[in-house]
């Protein structure tokens, strides 16, 4: 097991309290959804990383499908962790990881409804653009994820062990959510 590492030193339990905090202070509520999706996800991937034995606050009265949706975007951040890890060491991966989890956060909080269905289509492009070794992220909306993933195209031709496990994961992870986000539609476009 590893030490404390920058994304989990201060991982509180989600409570009411800061549910109620961040709605005081004018968000809407499907910007507290997504953050508190998001946080749980971040609970998933310490989780999965860490400790297996972790218990989620809250995890025995969600929802099946919500537990599914938050195993589903934990293992798929968790894979963009294994990838930070590799390519910048323990140090500096915490930090650039949280830029990348706030880059996608604040992409699913910036979609209007009409645009949350071409979203979802562009998801599963995405997957293929990954596959053909091409980059599909923009520099513009997400600099940290376009630079992770360039690098790690490159990484991958070089370095074996890394194109077997944490590029194999990563693309499996993201084929997961994909096709999570194409197979329920509806719950997304509510949710984000």
């Known amino acids: 097991m590893v030490g404390n590492h920058d994304v989990f030193k201060a991982l509180p339990a989600i409570d009411d309290a800061w549910f109620l905090l961040n709605k005081s202070l004018g968000w809407n509520e499907s910007a507290l959804i997504v953050e508190r999706l998001f946080r749980y996800a971040i609970h998933w991937v310490y989780k999965e990383y860490y400790r297996t034995e972790y218990l989620i606050p809250g995890w025995r009265k969600m929802t099946n499908d919500l537990r599914e949706n938050i195993k589903i975007l934990g293992s798929f951040l968790n894979s963009i962790l294994e990838i930070c890890i590799e390519i910048f060491g323990m140090q500096m991966a915490g930090a650039y990881f949280d830029q990348i989890a706030d880059e996608l956060k604040r992409d699913y909080l910036m979609k209007e409804i009409p645009a ?50 944490q590029w194999k994961n990563f693309l499996d992870a993201f084929k997961l959510w994909a096709d999570n986000i194409s197979s329920k539609p509806d719950w997304y476009i509510k949710v984000f």
């Open 116 to 165: 949350k269905r071409n979203w979802i289509k562009t998801e599963k492009a995405k997957r293929g653009k990954l596959k053909k070794s091409e980059n599909p992220f923009s520099v513009e909306s997400h600099p940290c994820l376009w630079n992770l993933i360039n690098l790690s195209l490159r990484i991958r031709h070089s370095k074996y062990s890394f194109q077997v496990k």
